[in-house]
Every structure is written in structure tokens, then in C-alpha cells.
């Protein structure tokens, strides 16, 4: 009679069958699942650092600062608590400054939504040329920034192209950057002019993904373009619509080199933006508390209308349904 042992069981059971898988040995604590979460980590963390560095860490900074009154000519530091926040209630300019950022940002989202999507609709069309059209108009957003308005500030001087173009026509153009209601126009379409090309390639790669199915069911229905477009593409492209209005909406109130280079903000405070508005009071009349102040209150605003724009998508985006 042979004698079981502890051990000799043990050896038994490591004996696997033919053609049995041998079981996976534990590696103690190093297992697969730390090992892939260790590598997930690693890939975000370059982005986890830069989005602490230059977001988390600069926001806090603002908020911070428009508690103090920082005067950098004199070298003081001063805790004034909410009393920024009390003169720009008091601001009399403020009122001018909100006013013309509404005007500039409306005009702005609605001549870049409305003619990327007639451009990208143009543009789907199996047409001969189209590849062309579409490097021109992509074209100006790869342009430098500063270069485009300084060439588009010669352009509308009163003796500049686009007066003399209007001159050939026999009509006499105003002085583009000198009016009121003209300069405030002026940026917006050279804006426009410039950023439309994003949008129309958004909507172009949305446009090509609704299948062609369904409009030629809606051809067989009797439906004629306007109903195909505004019962079908429209819905279907819905998302895309909400992604070029959000991007849109925040590059509108983030607008400041276009000024800077055309109107520095004038005639008088025609073309004043909350960021030009920022800029003036905190690096030209060094009020770097106000200027964190009125910071605070652009990211309140953009903070609101991206919360809304997103809130509202379940009563138009038709994914959302």
C-alpha cells in the first residue's frame, strides 16, 4: 500500500491530460490588467500634464488674480476682494462692449454656418472641377492668421481693392474701416473669409455619409429638393451641425488679432470685443486684476452658451432622439 503525500498529489495534479490547455499561473501582483491599465496611463499622460499645466493651472491663476489688484509698474500686489468684480459692474463701457461681442458673434456664427453648408452642399454635387473649388475655399484656413488681415486691411482702405473693384462697377465705396456699422461688417467677413473652409469640409464629409438611398425613395415619393434637403440632410446631418455651431460659437468670442490688426477696437468702440476690452485694460492700461476679472466673466460666457447649445441637441440632433 503506497503512502499519499502533500507533495506526491501535487505533482499528480500538475500532470495534465493530452491535448488539456495547462492553467494560467498567477504572476502575483504584476498581472495583464495592471500591466494594460499601467500602459493606458502612460498614453494619457502627456496629455493629463498638458491639460494640468495649460488649462487647470492657469484657470485657477485667473480666478486668483481677479481677487488682487496686480500693478506691475509699482510693483504691488494688493488683495481687493470682490472689488473687481464691483467695478465691472460699475463699468460704464461694459454695457457697449457685451453689446458689440453679441452683434459680432450672432453675424459671425450665422454667415459661417450658413454658407459653409451651401458651399459643402454645392460642393457634393458630382460635378466636374469640384476638387478644385474645394482646395480654394480650404485654402485661406492654413493661411497665416496675422499675414490674411494685414492683406485684407489693405484691401478695404478707402483707396484700396475692393473700393476700386466697385469703382469698375461705377458705385463708390465707403471707407470700410472707418465706419461704424462698415468696420464692425469689415471683420466680421474677413473672419468669415477665413474660417469658412473648416466648417464647409465638416459638412461636406457629413453630407457624403447620408446614403443615397433615401433621397432616391423620396424622388419616387414625389418629393422635390427642399423637402429632401430639409427632411433628410438636414436631420441626418444634425450632429455635424451642432459640432460646427459649438466650435464656432467659442471661436466668436475668442476673435482678437483680426482687431487688433484692422481697428484696434475703433472707430471709437465700434469693433470692441470682451477679449480686445480684456487686452486694453489689462496690457494697455496695465489693470492685470480688472483684466483676470473680465477673463472670468468671458469663461462664464462661453461656459453658458456651450452648456446650452449641448442641452438643447436632444430637441434637434436627430441621434439624439
Given at each position: 500500500?503506497?503512502?499519499?503525500?502533500?507533495?506526491?498529489?501535487?505533482?499528480?495534479g500538475?500532470?495534465?491530460?493530452?491535448g488539456?490547455?495547462?492553467?494560467?499561473?498567477?504572476c502575483?501582483?504584476?498581472?495583464?490588467?495592471?500591466?494594460?491599465q499601467?500602459?493606458?496611463?502612460?498614453?494619457?499622460?502627456p496629455?493629463?500634464?498638458?491639460?494640468?499645466?495649460?488649462?487647470?493651472?492657469?484657470?485657477?491663476?485667473?480666478?486668483?488674480?481677479?481677487?488682487h489688484?496686480?500693478?506691475?509698474?509699482?510693483?504691488?500686489?494688493e488683495?481687493?476682494?470682490?472689488?473687481?468684480?464691483?467695478?465691472?459692474?460699475?463699468?460704464?463701457?461694459?454695457?457697449s462692449?457685451?453689446?458689440v461681442?453679441?452683434?459680432f458673434?450672432?453675424?459671425?456664427?450665422?454667415?459661417n454656418?450658413?454658407?459653409?453648408?451651401?458651399?459643402?452642399?454645392?460642393?457634393?454635387?458630382?460635378?466636374?472641377?469640384?476638387?478644385?473649388?474645394?482646395?480654394?475655399?480650404?485654402?485661406?484656413?492654413?493661411?497665416?492668421?496675422?499675414?490674411?488681415?494685414?492683406?485684407?486691411?489693405?484691401?478695404?482702405?478707402?483707396?484700396?481693392?475692393?473700393?476700386?473693384?466697385?469703382?469698375?462697377?461705377g458705385?463708390?465705396?465707403?471707407?470700410?474701416?472707418?465706419?461704424?456699422?462698415?468696420?464692425?461688417l469689415?471683420?466680421?467677413?474677413?473672419?468669415v473669409?477665413?474660417?469658412?473652409?473648416?466648417?464647409?469640409?465638416?459638412?461636406?464629409?457629413?453630407?457624403?455619409?447620408?446614403?443615397?438611398?433615401?433621397?432616391?425613395?423620396?424622388?419616387?415619393?414625389?418629393?422635390?429638393?427642399?423637402t429632401?434637403?430639409?427632411?433628410?440632410?438636414?436631420?441626418?446631418?444634425?450632429?455635424?451641425?451642432?459640432?460646427?455651431?459649438?466650435?464656432?460659437?467659442?471661436g466668436?468670442?475668442?476673435?482678437?488679432?483680426?482687431?487688433?490688426?484692422?481697428?484696434?477696437?475703433?472707430?471709437?468702440?465700434?469693433?470692441?470685443?470682451?477679449?480686445?476690452y480684456?487686452?486694453?485694460?489689462?496690457?494697455?492700461?496695465?489693470?492685470?486684476?480688472?483684466?483676470?476679472?473680465?477673463?472670468?466673466?468671458?469663461?462664464?460666457?462661453v461656459l453658458?452658451?456651450?452648456v446650452?447649445?449641448?442641452r438643447?441637441?436632444?430637441?434637434?440632433?436627430?441621434?439624439?432622439?
Amino acid at each position: 500500500m503506497s503512502v499519499l503525500t502533500r507533495d506526491s498529489v501535487g505533482r499528480a495534479g500538475d500532470r495534465s491530460a493530452p491535448g488539456e490547455a495547462t492553467p494560467h499561473r498567477r504572476c502575483g501582483w504584476w498581472t495583464t490588467r495592471r500591466r494594460d491599465q499601467l500602459a493606458g496611463l502612460l498614453f494619457v499622460a502627456p496629455q493629463l500634464v498638458g491639460s494640468v499645466l495649460f488649462v487647470l493651472i492657469p484657470l485657477g491663476l485667473v480666478f486668483w488674480y481677479s481677487l488682487h489688484e496686480w500693478n506691475v509698474l509699482a510693483g504691488t500686489f494688493e488683495f481687493v476682494g470682490a472689488g473687481n468684480y464691483q467695478a465691472m459692474a460699475d463699468d460704464p463701457n461694459l454695457p457697449s462692449v457685451l453689446r458689440v461681442t453679441a452683434l459680432f458673434s450672432a453675424g459671425l456664427v450665422m454667415f459661417n454656418l450658413s454658407l459653409a453648408l451651401l458651399l459643402a452642399v454645392l460642393l457634393n454635387q458630382r460635378l466636374r472641377g469640384t476638387v478644385v473649388f474645394r482646395t480654394l475655399f480650404f485654402s485661406p484656413v492654413v493661411v497665416s492668421l496675422v499675414a490674411w488681415t494685414i492683406v485684407w486691411g489693405f484691401l478695404l482702405q478707402d483707396n484700396g481693392g475692393v473700393n476700386g473693384a466697385l469703382g469698375v462697377a461705377g458705385v463708390d465705396g465707403p471707407n470700410w474701416l472707418r465706419g461704424d456699422w462698415t468696420a464692425l461688417l469689415s471683420v466680421i467677413v474677413v473672419q468669415v473669409v477665413k474660417n469658412v473652409g473648416l466648417n464647409m469640409v465638416l459638412f461636406l464629409a457629413a453630407l457624403q455619409g447620408v446614403p443615397a438611398e433615401l433621397y432616391e425613395a423620396a424622388r419616387v415619393e414625389g418629393a422635390n429638393a427642399w423637402t429632401r434637403f430639409r427632411r433628410i440632410t438636414v436631420p441626418l446631418i444634425s450632429p455635424t451641425i451642432l459640432l460646427t455651431s459649438i466650435i464656432t460659437v467659442v471661436g466668436s468670442l475668442q476673435v482678437f488679432a483680426q482687431i487688433a490688426v484692422l481697428t484696434q477696437g475703433g472707430p471709437g468702440t465700434s469693433t470692441t470685443v470682451l477679449v480686445y476690452y480684456l487686452y486694453q485694460r489689462a496690457f494697455q492700461f496695465h489693470q492685470f486684476g480688472y483684466g483676470a476679472t473680465l477673463s472670468v466673466l468671458l469663461f462664464l460666457i462661453v461656459l453658458v452658451l456651450t452648456v446650452v447649445q449641448w442641452r438643447m441637441r436632444r430637441r434637434w440632433v436627430f441621434h439624439e432622439q
